[in-house]
């Protein structure tokens, strides 16, 4: 039973996620046809630069700034202001730019129910956790052991397979739960689903109540009394009844209570996700840092860089509130459809799980190409 | 499902894309890098490889010299750097030296480096290698690429002494391509390429083109 049940499942999210993709990659080129960034498309020629153009021109010119500002900070003090301005400026335009983290952030964010301020918080820690990271390998390896380029970049690289096989396997795991979820909404509207997808609903039930700790808040009678029925019987239709009440409510659920986000297992995944992005550091950081010392002004350029995580995290947590708030919308509007509302709220939540882990294991083999570390 | 509700999924994918397509094109330099290039010609006035000069800014150098010890601080010999010069274009390799040759439209290989070493000078470290071709080629157009198709080094034409030809028959005619000058449309860097994702090719925007032709 549960091993037929396990490969029912892993075979219904297999099928799914290629479902999901294709829909998304269908959707996504029909959107761009005719719409990039919700505006009309300005004029027949294109623009040299854009505001993709644009971005990348001024972060270049600020990145490029820090090098002479910092050799002027040695004797003019008040150059250190200067080099905080535009370690600043850097962050958040290095953040609005190309980067997997807060893709990686704002799909975790839109899969598990997550509220805009706690969108906030996790982008700021992330982007925290990033700027230590940092520091720390340059300080342990330039600083204490006099480490060679060469060396450092050894870990970095190493440290770059951990941070995207963590991607991955988080991704994975958030995949599972959300894999079930959505099978159980696709089945919640037929009154005789396949036996193969029926059979995998009772071990579904358990790791949704074990992931969602705030349904297990306000279900916990009816979970416990679940599994209890879960080994014996093979009673499907009181599977699915209770299944089909569950979805209803999440559809129409107002999101969690701040006194459930403080749970122990939410912030806890929550780490895990920060954790996972932060602990690659930036490239360009390594080589600030990197400069900062060889100019014996370290300190000037570890508080560039925990400037430079200040300016990342706004741009991150303001795209990961616009990703959460578009969801939020669309949970709203789905709640006034009859019974397809909470497939769909399923369906994307499982979609954006299946970008999570898209993006590990597209970063760990190479298909996605993230910033290089400075290896040369 | 109403309209509206249609096109707020549509815009969540849309976000989700950008967000994809944004981890897909993570490119903007970090290194910058002055090259200077030499086309070695043979006598018979066929090309027999590309001799480079690369300058790398002041920060990338002063990281790439971290933790090697020198008998004078901050005085780098040609043989003290030697290690470095030598991890310089191991690692190169893999990404082709970031020189691409096409002799009338077909593409050139190139053998192992040779003759490498690292100058440091003005707080900056010029590396100078010579790439042989695989075989001597005499093609009436040779073009030549120098970039990072990731964006990860922003690579200029030195301003002064951009290409050389050396040895070079008195008929061949020079054309560089420089990215910021205008003449290269591949600079146009609108949204719907940085969108696509495809990041094999981004680079290309930022090319230095060297054209010889030699009638």
Same mark, same amino acid.
């Given at each position: 039973?549960?091993?037929?049940?396990?490969?029912?499942?892993?075979?219904?999210?297999?099928?799914?996620? #290629?479902?999901?993709?294709?829909?998304?990659?269908?959707?996504?080129?029909?959107?761009?046809?005719?719409?990039?960034?919700?505006?009309?498309?300005?004029?027949?020629?294109?623009?040299?630069?854009?505001?993709?153009?644009?971005?990348?021109?001024?972060?270049?010119? /600020?990145?490029?700034?820090?090098?002479?500002?910092?050799?002027?900070?040695?004797?003019?003090?008040?150059?250190?202001?200067?080099?905080?301005?535009?370690? /600043?400026?850097?962050?958040? /335009?290095?953040?609005?730019?190309?980067?997997?983290?807060?893709?990686?952030?704002?799909?975790?964010?839109?899969?598990?129910?997550?509220?805009?301020?706690?969108?906030?918080?996790?982008?700021?820690?992330?982007? %925290?956790?990033?700027? %230590?990271?940092?520091?720390?390998?340059?300080?342990?390896?330039?600083?204490? %052991?006099?480490?060679? #380029?060469?060396?450092?970049?050894?870990?970095?690289?190493?440290?770059?397979?951990?941070?995207?096989?963590?991607?991955?396997?988080?991704?994975?795991?958030?995949?599972?739960?959300?894999?079930?979820?959505?099978?159980?909404?696709?089945?919640?509207?037929?009154?005789?689903?396949?036996?193969?997808?029926?059979?995998?609903?009772?071990?579904?039930?358990?790791?949704?109540?074990?992931?969602?700790?705030?349904?297990?808040h306000s279900h916990s009678h009816g979970h416990v009394a679940h599994r209890g029925h879960e080994h014996g019987h093979d009673d499907h239709e009181h599977d699915h009844a209770h299944d089909h009440v569950h979805d209803e409510h999440c559809g129409h659920s107002h999101g969690p209570a701040p006194i459930e986000l403080a749970g122990p297992g939410g912030w806890r995944r929550g780490f895990g996700a920060i954790f996972a992005v932060g602990v690659r550091p930036c490239s360009g950081a390594i080589l600030v840092l990197v400069f900062a010392l060889a100019q014996g002004m370290f300190w000037a350029g570890i508080t560039a860089t925990f400037v430079m995580g200040l300016g990342t995290a706004i741009t991150v947590a303001t795209i990961a509130v616009i990703a959460v708030s578009a969801k939020d919308l669309a949970r709203r509007l789905s709640a006034g459809s009859e019974g397809g509302g909470a497939l769909i709220m399923r369906g994307v939540e499982f979609g954006a799980a299946g970008l999570v882990l898209l993006f590990g294991v597209g970063l760990l083999f190479g298909y996605i190409a993230a910033e290089r570390v400075t290896c040369l | 499902m109403n309209i509206a509700m249609r096109r707020l999924l549509g815009l969540l994918l849309l976000a989700g894309s950008w967000a994809l397509g944004a981890g897909a094109a993570q490119a903007h330099p970090h290194v910058w890098i002055t090259a200077t290039s030499e086309l070695i010609y043979a006598p018979d006035g066929s090309i027999t490889g590309v001799r480079h000069a690369w300058t790398f800014d002041d920060m990338f150098s002063t990281y790439a010299l971290q933790g090697l010890e020198t008998k004078t601080k901050g005085v780098y010999s040609r043989e003290e750097l030697a290690p470095l010069a030598q991890t310089n274009v191991e690692s190169l390799k893999e990404f082709a030296f970031f020189t691409f040759a096409k002799a009338d439209g077909k593409k050139e290989k190139f053998q192992e480096p040779v003759d490498y070493f690292l100058e440091y000078k003005d707080a900056a470290l010029t590396l100078h290698f010579t790439l042989p071709l695989k075989a001597p080629v005499k093609p009436k157009e040779l073009a030549l690429e120098v970039f990072d198709p990731s964006y990860f080094i922003d690579f200029q034409l030195d301003d002064k002494t951009p290409i050389k030809l050396v040895g070079a028959p008195a008929s061949c005619q020079l054309k560089i391509q420089r990215p910021n000058d205008g003449t290269a449309t591949a600079q146009k860097l609108s949204e719907q390429n940085f969108l696509s994702g495809d990041n094999s090719n981004y680079g290309a925007m930022f090319a230095n083109k060297i054209t010889v032709d030699c009638p």
């Open positions: 039973m549960r091993l037929t049940s396990g490969f029912a499942r892993a075979l219904a999210i297999g099928v799914a996620a #290629a479902l999901v993709v294709l829909a998304l990659d269908s959707v996504i080129s029909a959107v761009m046809a005719q719409n990039p960034f919700g505006g009309p498309r300005p004029g027949a020629e294109p623009q040299i630069g854009g505001i993709v153009g644009w971005l990348l021109s001024k972060q270049s010119e /600020f990145y490029r700034e820090m090098s002479s500002t910092i050799r002027a900070a040695k004797s003019d003090g008040s150059a250190v202001w200067t080099l905080l301005v535009i370690s /600043f400026a850097y962050g958040i /335009f290095h953040a609005a730019g190309p980067g997997h983290g807060k893709a990686v952030i704002s799909s975790y964010l839109v899969a598990n129910q997550e509220t805009a301020r706690r969108g906030i918080v996790l982008s700021f820690a992330s982007a %925290l956790m990033q700027s %230590l990271a940092a520091v720390l390998i340059v300080g342990i390896c330039a600083l204490l %052991l006099n480490a060679t #380029a060469k060396t450092m970049c050894g870990a970095e690289r190493l440290i770059e397979i951990v941070s995207y096989a963590l991607i991955a396997a988080f991704g994975a795991r958030l995949v599972w739960t959300k894999g079930g979820g959505f099978v159980r909404a696709l089945q919640a509207p037929q009154p005789l689903p396949a036996l193969a997808l029926a059979a995998a609903a009772p071990h579904d039930h358990a790791g949704h109540g074990h992931d969602h700790h705030h349904h297990e | -």
